[in-house]
């Protein structure tokens, strides 16, 4: 199964190796700036034809980008999923069972896990930093949680 979120972290980074900004590499794939940043977020996927784009680009291979081919990362030390199932995880994060720093371990959750997350934030059934979890989120992301809660004034 591919991970989306394994998957914008690498063409992030293969992007910043070539010392591109989003502007410019969504520029030369004639696609919207936009449309990298939820690759780049992990919330979605770059057609089959922008694939083979960026792996001409990126000069790699369509395994590697997608990451077909790793067991392992630097960052599984940290990943709270290792040896778990996701949605047991979730779960006792949101029961308060499993304390972590929401924004710190966005990244992890897929799509669907993250609106779980904010979820259970806008029901006050779990506490975080909204400032900090704020500039990790989609624009939809945003609008679901900042349009409905009002925390003192925060955001």
Known sequence: MIDTMKVG???AQYRKDLQLTQDDLANRLNITRQ???KWENGTSLPSIELLTDLCQLFQTNVENLLCLNETTT???????FKNHS???IIN?????????NIPDVFYQFSPLERMKILKAIKEDKLDCNLRDLAVRLTQSEHKYLFNTIKRGGII
């Open 92 to 100: 006792r994060i949101i029961k308060g069972e499993i304390n972590v």
């Open 74 to 80: 630097i960052e599984d030390e940290h990943n709270l």
């Open 35 to 37: 449309a990298l940043s």
């Open 86 to 88: 996701r949605l047991y």
């Open 9 to 11: 972290l690498k063409i």
